[in-house]
């Protein structure tokens, strides 16, 4: 069976440091992968989407970068935190297009202090 | 462009009532639609989708939801609602045009016992 997994839970940093959250697919080839963001009272965001390795949609301009090194590996990245970047950020994965849905992390909740 | 409006942000109902959560959509072609739950802290779980054929979906936990083509809506009602219900319910649309699937902004669940 499919299982996703999404590191770390939680995680507080100081402005300005770096951002590495990964996100890992296990029982399955060449998923779309997905990055969402949620902020309180503001719904999922859809931050990146790749379709495949080295295929990285942006979907909103700002701090953040994804990279898709393997097939199955997805990194959500910043070189600078801004308080701006605490939220909850959810992985998600789907294949045809998201005919079925998506399948969604656990989450990391990001506080950027 | 594909879109989502959840119009009630909150909607309280008391244990045992029946419910329904109102989404509509705005897509240029046959949508791909969903239900999600969200438990606080947690990731989206699937309720049900909705892609082709019989417009009255059934799902998990007792859920169902129907496709109005006509109405661009997708509700979804359970007929009795239990404590363990509340939570926030997001609605989405996609399809086989796009690689992405869009969430309206959820709304919140309340239960009174």
């Known amino acids: 069976s499919q299982t996703i997994h999404q590191w770390p839970a939680t995680l507080v940093q100081p402005v300005g440091s770096p951002l590495s959250l990964e996100c890992t697919v296990e029982g399955t080839s060449n998923p779309n992968l997905y990055w969402y963001r949620q902020a309180a009272g503001r719904g999922l965001q859809l931050l990146f989407y790749?379709?495949?390795?080295?295929?990285i949609s942006s979907e909103v301009p700002q701090n953040l970068s994804a990279s898709r090194p393997q097939d199955r590996q997805f990194i959500l990245s910043s070189k600078k935190l801004l308080l701006s970047d605490s939220g909850f950020y959810l992985c998600?994965?789907?294949?045809?297009?998201?005919?079925?849905?998506?399948?969604f992390g656990s989450g990391t909740r990001l506080t950027v202090v | 462009a594909q879109s989502v409006t959840q119009p009630d942000i909150h909607i309280t109902v008391s244990e045992g009532a029946s419910l329904e959560l109102r989404c509509n959509y705005s897509?240029?072609?046959?949508?791909?639609l969903f239900w999600y739950v969200q438990s606080p802290g947690q990731g989206l779980q699937l309720l049900l989708k909705?892609?082709?054929?019989?417009?009255l979906v059934q799902g998990i936990k007792g859920f169902e939801a129907e496709f109005k083509r006509s109405q661009s809506s997708f509700n979804l009602r359970k007929p009795s609602v239990h404590w363990s219900d509340a939570a926030e319910y997001f609605c989405?649309?996609?399809?086989?045009?796009?690689?992405?699937?869009?969430f309206g902004k959820g709304t919140r669940l309340h239960i009174l016992p």
């Open positions: 897509y240029g072609a046959t949508p791909y």
């Open positions: 790749s379709v495949g390795i080295g295929q």
């Open positions: 998600a994965w789907s294949l045809d297009r998201g005919r079925y849905g998506y399948t």
């Open positions: 909705y892609f082709s054929g019989d417009t």
């Open positions: 989405a649309v996609g399809g086989n045009r796009d690689d992405k699937i869009i």
